[in-house]
């Protein structure tokens, strides 16, 4: 097991990475210039991954299947906010949904 001295400096060397990357971002942007091509793709695969994230944790749960009621409370959180509704609205009828379901005796 690494000592203290170790992981500090490992969390720290961590910190001023992610720190230099993020710095790098608004100081490159205006030196390099991406195809457009490259722009959609990059904006198009932000979009696929929040989608992948959103079905893995919806679908699953540990190694099997969520059942019915984490689908459906994430399903009527999707339409709520396609239709534009409040943040607060749209985490409540999901949260709502799915208990409700579970009330019901639908896993």
């Known amino acids: 097991m690494p000592g203290p001295l170790t ?3 490992a969390i720290l060397a961590l910190a001023a990475g992610t720190f230099a990357l993020r710095f790098a971002g608004p100081l490159l942007r205006s030196r ?3 195809p457009p091509r490259a722009e959609k793709l990059m904006e198009t695969s932000a979009v696929v991954l929040l989608a992948a994230v959103v079905a893995t944790t919806a679908l699953t749960e540990g190694h099997g299947p969520a059942g019915i009621a984490r689908p459906a409370g994430v399903a009527v959180a999707g339409v709520l906010a396609w239709r534009k509704a409040p943040f ?6 999901a949260a709502a949904t ?3 379901l ?5 896993a």
């Open 7 to 9: 992981l500090t400096a």
């Open 32 to 34: 390099i210039t991406l």
């Open 88 to 93: 607060l609205v749209v985490v409540l009828a």
């Open 98 to 100: 799915a208990a409700g």
């Open 102 to 106: 579970r009330v019901l005796g639908v």
